[in-house]
């Protein structure tokens, strides 16, 4: 297992729609244990391919608590086959636009079908944080972000504040 390099907004990467993976083999289970690594170490709860750079279809989510054991969750071409017409808001942040949070409104529950690691059909139904967080990374194998669900002000906001946040770090 290795820990990959993670890509930050405005990468273009971000804003591409990655391709669907033909079967899920040896090399794209080790891309699903590289991304579980990567997601750990950021202290995050889902991760996205393209957020390391890898335009195919693969996202990672464990949203298991701190005093709970793993729950690593591998998800191959996940695809939203339903979605509740019930809202809800949640406070989103993302691991591409480090240290920016903004109210985000989804659909409350989702089912999703997808490939597991062993290359098999399987559906998952979810509300709470993991509906947010599978429409989250869903959304980044779309080319889209958190910002792009929020008003243009919001998101301005969000991309100046997170310049300056880069501009510092290089400054060290
Ligand atoms: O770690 C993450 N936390 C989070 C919080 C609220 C809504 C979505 C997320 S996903 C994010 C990790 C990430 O950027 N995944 O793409
Ligand atoms: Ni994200």
């Keep these: 297992m290795a820990?990959?390099?993670l890509i930050f907004a405005p990468d273009p990467r971000l804003k591409k729609v990655a391709t669907p993976v033909s079967s899920v083999d040896a090399p794209l289970v080790g891309l699903i244990d590289d991304m579980l690594?990567?997601?750990?170490?950021?202290?995050?709860?889902?991760?996205?391919?393209?957020?390391?750079?890898?335009?195919?279809?693969?996202?990672?989510?464990?949203?298991?608590?701190?005093?709970?054991?793993?729950?690593?969750?591998?998800?191959v071409n996940p695809e939203i086959?339903?979605?509740?017409?019930?809202?809800?808001?949640?406070?989103?942040?993302c691991l591409s636009l480090p240290e920016q949070y903004s109210d985000v409104v989804r659909p409350q529950a989702v089912r999703v079908r997808y490939l597991d690691r062993h290359n098999q059909p399987q559906e998952v139904q979810a509300d709470g944080l993991l509906a947010t967080v599978l429409q989250h990374e869903i959304d980044?194998?779309?080319?889209?972000?958190?910002?792009?669900?929020?008003?243009?002000?919001?998101?301005?906001?969000?991309?100046?504040?997170?310049?300056?946040?880069?501009?510092?770090?290089?400054?060290?």
């Design 3 to 5: 820990r990959l390099p």
């Design 37 to 75: 690594e990567t997601m750990y170490a950021a202290n995050g709860i889902g991760l996205a391919a393209p957020q390391v750079g890898e335009l195919q279809r693969v996202i990672v989510v464990d949203i298991a608590g701190k005093n709970e054991p793993p729950q690593p969750f591998g998800l």
């Design 81 to 93: 086959i339903w979605a509740d017409d019930t809202l809800t808001t949640y406070n989103e942040g």
């Design 140 to 172: 980044h194998l779309n080319g889209l972000l958190f910002v792009d669900h929020i008003s243009l002000l919001k998101r301005n906001m969000i991309l100046r504040r997170l310049k300056k946040w880069k501009k510092a770090g290089d400054d060290v």
